[in-house]
């Protein structure tokens, strides 16, 4: 059977491809990065987050996602209450630490470039998970944005550290200076 390659739209291929495009990239990272910051920022001096009263914003947050469970059409979903009561208001004080470093790494990732397509997916996690709960707000827009960024991981970091820290790294199927040579985690036998 002969290779049947399948070409991408130029426009595509330049879009998601091209470093004549990092500009769109940067400015689409740098407005994710700064929405996850802010959030994280102020959750970070509020001590119903973090503190001697932290967990006491999830947990109402949380409460309130239970109360959409009810009616024909459920804003929540019954499986992800079920979560949301045995795991996560248990856990409300660690949810409420995790959620307010992951914002701030997400945040502060996004606007340096680092690891954009992989932070882009953890960002991403997070809105589905509000989502989930019920909560629209800005999160289709962020989520629309942050697989714009995934899909486009190649150059979404060209004006950020990615730049010059993927090329030392490499990827899963193509390892950088760093696994071939300093680790020697992926040598040949």
């Known amino acids: ?10 426009l595509v291929e330049y ?7 990092a500009w769109v990239w940067l400015l689409v990272r740098l ?3 700064y929405e996850w910051f802010i959030a994280g920022w102020v959750k970070l001096f509020n001590p119903l987050w973090i503190g001697e009263k932290a967990g006491t914003a999830v947990t109402g947050f949380l409460q309130g996602t239970l109360q959409k469970t009810g009616g024909l059409h459920p ?7 079920i ?11 660690f949810f409420s630490y995790l ?14 470039g680092l690891f954009t397509g992989v932070v882009a997916l953890f960002g991403a996690f997070m809105n589905l998970n509000y989502l989930l709960a019920g909560t629209v707000s800005v999160n289709p827009e962020l989520l629309m944005f942050e697989f714009l ?6 150059n979404a970091g060209w004006y950020g550290m990615d730049r010059w820290l993927l090329p030392k790294l490499g990827t ?18």
């Open 75 to 81: 804003d929540v979903q019954s499986w992800y209450a």
């Open 149 to 154: 960024l995934i899909t486009a991981w190649k």
């Open 99 to 112: 959620v307010t470093y992951g914002e701030l790494l997400v945040g502060v990732a996004l606007i340096l």
């Open 83 to 93: 979560f949301v009561e045995n795991i996560a208001l248990p856990n409300a004080k």
């Open 172 to 189: 899963p199927w193509q390892p950088g200076y760093w696994f071939s040579t300093v680790c020697n985690c992926f040598k040949k036998q």
């Open 31 to 33: 407005f994710v990065g």
């Open 1 to 10: 059977m002969k290779n049947v390659e399948i070409k991408e739209a130029r």
């Open 15 to 21: 879009l998601f491809s091209s470093t004549q495009f």
